[in-house]
């Protein structure tokens, strides 16, 4: 059974950092590429970040520059490490694996979303 477990947000103030997790069981996970999505209240869930199985990421412009995506094969993990937050990145952060990683195409494989990890960034 595929699970998606998030974790690691919060609330910080503009210009802060935060570290979000995903763990994952029940998919093959060195063997699919993965991406953190995120919805903000009243908006469409988007995809931010994706990472390949051999490491290439991919970023909205939004986050370049700021957030940093990578993976943990060991450990079935993939994390995002966002720094320089700012308010417009308050949403509600998800992982999935996307299934056209070197595009922003948000289609995704899994049909079961984990509970996302709420981000605030206020001041």
């Known amino acids: 059974q595929v699970q998606l477990v998030e974790s690691g947000g919060g609330s910080v103030e503009p210009g802060g950092s935060l570290r979000l997790s995903c763990a994952t069981t029940?998919?093959?996970?060195?063997?699919?590429?993965m991406g953190w999505y995120r919805q903000a209240p009243g908006k469409q869930r988007e995809l931010v970040a994706t990472?390949?199985?051999?490491?290439?990421?991919l970023y909205v412009d939004s986050v370049k520059g700021r957030f940093t995506i990578s993976r943990d094969n060991a450990k079935s993990m993939v994390h995002l490490q966002m720094d320089s937050l700012r308010s417009e990145d308050t949403a509600v952060y998800y992982c999935?694996?996307?299934?056209?990683?070197?595009?922003?195409?948000?289609?995704?494989?899994?049909?079961?979303w984990g509970q996302g990890t709420q981000v605030t960034v206020a001041s």
């Open positions: 029940g998919i093959l996970f060195s063997l699919n590429p």
């Open positions: 999935n694996a996307p299934v056209k990683p070197a595009t922003l195409d948000p289609r995704f494989r899994y049909n079961k």
């Open positions: 990472i390949t199985t051999t490491g290439d990421a």
